[in-house]
């Protein structure tokens, strides 16, 4: 069961590439009865391991732009211990709540991106903060480029710790708003940070003793296989009418979590 639960996040990172990791610890809960705080590092391994395979085959077709990938990454290290600390410590009640809400706001900000993507792409007003030389390819780095993709480290980190997501729902959004690269190197950049971000939330929780091994491991051999197989799928499913069908069962998730999470609260 958990080896199958894998590979549903597995396809799903392959396909949207970001949404895998958000629904890793719902699949969790609801099918294997775990709490959030046992569910997190579990879906946290799973991600980074597929993330981390994703982004080492997007490394060698040259789409990860690998500093922009370190500042961001960094950053995030820094901060997934402390989420990890903190989700020990915060009730299953109040947590189930905040990822419900994250959830929601993932799911809304997919469908908004699918819609933008099926019609006519919006006109920047101003040049992002992080643009590429036109000569070499890479970015010309500039003190708001840095502020801006740090920031979203921080905060991608601090959710993957407290919620066991990878963040891509935020490191998407925001190297598409604040940089002018193609959505290829979009997703591939995505999936280098989430696995740099995994790395130091797993260390965390295996420290704190809160790593269930014997469910993470088929837990994350079945992601990984199923990103290689997906992959091969993708070109062929995705587009705007998969991100806004995956965003409308996110939707639905959200709900579920809230429910459960005001439930537990009022017993």
Not at 66 to 73: F, P
Request: proline share 5%; aromatic share 6%; charged share 10%.
């Amino acid at each position: 069961m958990a080896m199958a639960l894998g590979a549903v996040v597995g396809a799903t990172l392959a396909l949207t590439g970001a949404g895998g990791g958000i629904l890793a610890v719902p699949l969790l809960v609801f099918s294997l009865h775990l709490g959030l705080a046992e569910s997190a590092p579990i879906g946290l391994l799973a991600v980074g391991l597929a993330a981390g395979l994703g982004a080492a085959l997007g490394l060698r077709e040259g789409r990860v732009r690998y500093r922009a990938a370190m500042v961001i990454g960094g950053a995030g290290m820094l901060l997934a211990p402390l989420g990890v600390w903190l989700a020990q410590r915060v009730p299953n009640g109040p947590l189930t709540l905040v990822f419900s809400l994250v959830l929601a706001w993932s799911a809304w900000g997919m469908f908004q991106r699918a819609r933008t993507t099926g019609g006519r792409a919006a006109v920047r007003a101003e040049a992002p903060p992080c643009v590429r030389n036109p000569c070499t390819g890479r970015f010309i780095w500039t003190r708001p480029c840095a502020m801006a993709l740090a920031s979203t480290g921080m905060a991608s980190g601090m959710l993957s710790g407290l919620l066991g997501v990878g963040g891509g729902f935020v490191i998407v959004p925001a190297l598409t708003r604040y940089s002018d690269l193609a959505a290829d190197s979009i997703v591939s950049t995505s999936l280098a940070v989430i696995a740099l971000v995994s790395i130091s939330g797993v260390a965390s929780a295996t420290l704190h003793g809160s790593m269930p091994w014997g469910i993470a491991a088929p837990f994350a051999v079945g992601a990984m296989a199923a990103l290689l197989a997906g992959r091969r799928l993708a070109g062929r499913f995705s587009g705007p009418t998969l991100q806004k069908t995956f965003a409308a069962l996110s939707a639905m998730v959200a709900l579920m979590l809230l429910v459960r999470g005001v439930a537990a609260l009022m017993v």
